[in-house]
């Protein structure tokens, strides 16, 4: 009895693996796709650093352009809004970039990953992971159910529809979105403080003396060898949709404050203020417009130009408000 229920149990997760599907390429219903021109960008990458793999990990003394590593593109490409300038990772090639201000853990998506795939089946690859400190770093559980008994080669085809939580998943322009919520709760990591955010190129080998392996323990298969300067993952950019200035991020934000009104016009009022305050308004793209240290509760914005802007409030040096707000003067 045991042996079939032992058999049944692992012909279910067989079926299960095979019948998966996760979000299909951009353009089709259901994708998770978002494009670099999409307007729910705040902000982007400030800075990178590049450690470069190899060009061909199986091959090490393999040299392209008179170098074993991957050596298309610069860390500065990577910085900035997504334009289709990247930097090459080469195989197991890491990526850190930097954000300030940092990445926030709001409502669904926080931050998107941007690659230069041609189409939407030529995909190559890399893991995500987070810090909020810089040292330690927590990976999103990453899904890889491409099959691993035939290598995928150099310029072959991945099904998009059967990988999550992987960077790389769709064509250019468009971006992977990722959740922090998909991250498991950890006193090192906190996630309305995520600075860092760190791309590893996954080789994309299944010989397990190069492989690596997704959060379920299978293999992650994607075109390899690539023994080109441009070899493995083609970072373009990082873009943020919650960052510490659009999402409230303080647990003990006084409640009671009341902002408005909302839209406002000339004057914005602020009741609920105890003590000396320093307000801030910000632009979508970050940039700060206006800041004032005051109790009163009146806000001149008559200078702002109509707009979306971002509210913040803090005092006794805590943020006590975060909220968008909208300017409509004439």
């Known amino acids: 009895m045991k042996l079939r229920f032992g058999l049944f149990l692992g012909l279910l997760i067989i079926i299960t693996q095979?019948?998966?599907?996760?979000?299909?390429?951009?353009?089709?219903?259901g994708s998770s796709a978002i494009s670099a021109d999409s307007s729910?960008?705040?902000?982007?990458?400030?800075?990178?650093?590049?450690?470069?793999?190899?060009?061909?990990?199986?091959?090490?003394?393999?040299?392209?352009?008179g170098t074993p590593f991957a050596s298309y593109g610069s860390a500065e490409d990577a910085?900035?809004?997504?334009?289709?300038?990247?930097?090459?990772?080469?195989?197991?090639?890491?990526?850190?970039?930097?954000?300030?201000?940092?990445?926030?853990?709001?409502?669904?998506?926080?931050?998107?990953?941007?690659?230069?795939?041609?189409?939407?089946?030529?995909?190559?690859?890399?893991?995500?992971?987070?810090?909020?400190?810089?040292?330690?770093?927590?990976?999103?559980?990453?899904?890889?159910?491409?099959?691993?008994?035939?290598?995928?080669?150099?310029?072959?085809?991945?099904?998009?529809?059967?990988?999550?939580?992987?960077?790389?998943?769709?064509?250019?322009?468009?971006?992977?979105?990722?959740?922090?919520?998909?991250?498991?709760?950890?006193?090192?990591?906190?996630?309305?403080?995520?600075?860092?955010?760190?791309?590893?190129?996954?080789?994309?080998?299944?010989?397990?003396?190069?492989?690596?392996y997704d959060s379920q323990g299978n293999i992650v298969n994607d075109p390899f060898p690539t023994p080109f300067h441009s070899s493995g993952f083609d970072l373009d950019a990082v873009g943020v949709i919650n960052n510490s200035l659009n999402t409230n991020i303080s647990d003990d934000r006084i409640s009671y404050i009341n902002i408005y009104p909302n839209p406002v016009s000339n004057i914005l009022n602020i009741s609920g203020l105890s003590s000396v305050s320093n307000v801030q308004i910000f632009n979508i793209l970050g940039d700060l417009v206006l800041e004032t240290n005051s109790i009163g509760n009146n806000i001149d914005v008559s200078t702002l130009l109509s707009g979306v802007y971002i509210l913040k409030i803090t005092s006794n040096f805590r943020v006590r408000q975060v909220t968008k707000i909208i300017i409509e003067n004439n």
Do not use: H, M
């Open 18 to 29: 095979v019948s998966a599907q996760f979000a299909p390429p951009a353009g089709q219903e």
């Open 40 to 65: 729910c960008f705040v902000a982007w990458a400030i800075s990178c650093s590049i450690e470069r793999g190899y060009v061909n990990i199986s091959e090490p003394k393999f040299e392209y352009s």
């Open 79 to 212: 910085v900035g809004k997504a334009d289709g300038q990247v930097v090459s990772l080469g195989d197991g090639g890491v990526a850190i970039l930097e954000f300030d201000p940092p990445i926030a853990n709001g409502d669904s998506w926080d931050f998107v990953v941007f690659e230069n795939a041609l189409n939407d089946v030529f995909l190559e690859l890399a893991f995500v992971e987070v810090s909020s400190d810089g040292v330690n770093y927590f990976r999103f559980p990453a899904v890889s159910l491409t099959q691993t008994e035939e290598q995928i080669a150099g310029f072959g085809e991945i099904d998009a529809t059967k990988i999550n939580n992987l960077a790389g998943k769709y064509r250019a322009p468009y971006g992977t979105p990722f959740d922090l919520d998909d991250l498991e709760d950890n006193p090192l990591l906190d996630k309305n403080n995520v600075k860092f955010v760190k791309i590893i190129d996954v080789v994309g080998s299944i010989d397990p003396q190069f492989a690596t």
